[in-house]
């Protein structure tokens, strides 16, 4: 597969920041210019300038964020003031660009089922529809999570002419596992007819990281599928890179709670253009640490 991360100092990452202070942005365009927009790439490979990224916001036709790892409830974190800085950051972004969606990727949780319902609460305060995946974190039953979420742990939706499917890597017990093979062939079939699916499971199917596990039926599977846009991982903290395997874009989009991974707590944002090409970024709430292109 050959190596894929690398330090953090190589010329192929990118970051965004934020504004380093609070002071108000007198337009849209000013908001823009402070992202550090040289820090959006489009998952085909295309370099993108910051002015081509100004001139494409009316090109997008389907925006949204991925985020994970919030980990509330976590010992000697203080999960609540990161959940709510995270709710806070979609939604301001919500307001100056339309937000279609978003996806708390697994780990919502830090292994207490008690948590759920409460977790559930800060993440209703989201302007912005959606949607969950189970973690190795989120210690509860399937049916519990069916009751407090209304979605099951396998679950397909679609928008705008995309699939998205979202699937369970693991169970009540916290136990790494592939999705459910069976329901992501029968679902990637129905998918056939949308121009881009995308997936969403919280652990990586092969060992590119540390805490990854090995299914290569998974990868054998996907190749049968060409609108597979993307596979949007999370539960490796300190990733926020793509991998490319078999053409296909793996992605990562760090934290947003928890007590280890990047210096910084962010989200991915993801834009679907008007010629179907996607671009993606990451959000840093801070500073710009890094650069990347694939």
């Known amino acids: 597969m050959g190596m894929f991360w690398q330090k953090p100092n190589a010329s192929n990452y990118r970051y965004i920041n934020e504004p380093k202070n609070n002071t108000p942005m007198k337009n849209r365009r000013d908001f823009l210019k402070t992202l550090g927009l040289s820090g959006a790439v489009f998952i085909t490979g295309e370099a993108f300038s910051s002015d081509a990224f100004l001139s494409s916001r009316n090109k997008v036709i389907l925006r949204f964020i ?161 609108n597979i846009k993307a596979v949007f991982h999370g539960h490796e903290h300190d990733k926020d890179g793509i991998k490319m395997h078999n053409g296909l874009p793996f992605i990562f989009d760090a934290h947003i709670g928890g007590n280890w991974g990047t210096a910084y707590r962010g989200f991915r944002v993801v834009e679907v253009m008007k010629d179907n090409s996607v671009l993606t970024y990451m959000m840093n709430p801070t500073e710009r640490i890094l650069e990347a292109k694939l």
């Not at 790494?176 to 029968?186: A, E, F, I, R, V």
């Not at 998918?191 to 990854?212: C, E, R, S, V």
């Open 66 to 226: 991925v985020a994970s790892d919030a980990h509330y409830g976590q010992p000697k974190t203080e999960f609540d003031a990161m959940t709510e800085r995270f709710v806070d950051l979609a939604n301001a972004m919500n307001k100056t660009q339309k937000v279609h969606f978003c996806v708390l990727n697994g780990d919502l949780i830090h292994d207490v089922p008690d948590l759920m319902p409460k977790v559930k609460v800060k993440f209703d305060k989201l302007d912005i529809p959606y949607y969950v995946t189970k973690g190795n974190h989120d210690k509860i039953t399937d049916a519990t999570w069916e009751n407090i979420w209304k979605m099951p742990v396998n679950h397909f939706d679609e928008i705008k002419d995309n699939a998205l499917l979202f699937g369970t890597t693991s169970n009540e017990k916290g136990e790494y596992l592939s999705p459910n093979l069976d329901w992501l062939k029968t679902q990637l079939d129905a998918a056939k007819k949308h121009k881009n699916t995308f997936l969403f499971i919280h652990i990586p199917q092969a060992k590119w990281t540390a805490n990854g596990i090995d299914t290569p039926e998974f990868f054998e599977l996907l190749k049968n599928y060409p």
